[in-house]
């Protein structure tokens, strides 16, 4: 039988960092009484796009990650990669809501990482074909 148990965990942890970013969108809409969007507050849409910006690279990533675990890549890879790009999307996260959607160095360091992590595994996974 097929185990991913290393995908697994960093799908779990990401799953986790997603929510808890998830739950600072809620927590905006409901202490500024904003249904749906941002209501024009600029940091609803620092918070929103936080939470969207993990939804939009980490699946990629694990999905890649997924990949080279059934292809064979070794656990010590997989877990180098899986809490680079952890680390990558608690950084940009804090640092996005820290400098209120502009420069800090969270951010622009957690997008390099996030960058670097799904880079390094496309080309495993591309070169695992030969």
Do not use: P, Q
């Given at each position: 039988?097929?185990?991913?148990?290393?995908?697994?965990?960093?799908?779990?942890?990401?799953?986790?960092?997603?929510?808890?970013?998830?739950?600072?969108?809620?927590?905006?809409?409901?202490?500024?009484?904003?249904?749906v969007g941002t209501g024009g507050h600029h940091f609803g849409e620092v918070v929103v796009r936080a939470h969207a910006n993990a939804v939009e690279y980490v699946p990629l990533a694990l999905i890649l990650?997924?990949?080279?675990?059934?292809?064979?890549?070794?656990?010590?890879?997989?877990?180098?990669?899986?809490?680079?790009?952890?680390?990558?999307?608690?950084?940009?996260?804090?640092?996005?809501?820290?400098?209120?959607?502009?420069?800090?160095?969270?951010?622009?360091?957690?997008?390099?990482?996030?960058?670097?992590?799904?880079?390094?595994?496309?080309?495993?996974?591309?070169?695992?074909?030969?």
């Open positions: 039988m097929l185990s991913v148990k290393i995908t697994a965990l960093y799908a779990g942890l990401s799953a986790l960092l997603i929510l808890a970013l998830a739950y600072r969108v809620v927590a905006f809409r409901r202490g500024n009484k904003v249904g990650m997924l990949i080279a675990e059934i292809n064979g890549l070794s656990a010590v890879w997989l877990h180098c990669l899986g809490g680079a790009l952890l680390l990558a999307r608690a950084l940009h996260a804090v640092g996005f809501i820290a400098g209120k959607g502009g420069y800090h160095f969270g951010r622009f360091t957690g997008t390099a990482l996030s960058w670097l992590v799904i880079l390094v595994l496309a080309v495993i996974d591309i070169l695992s074909i030969f």
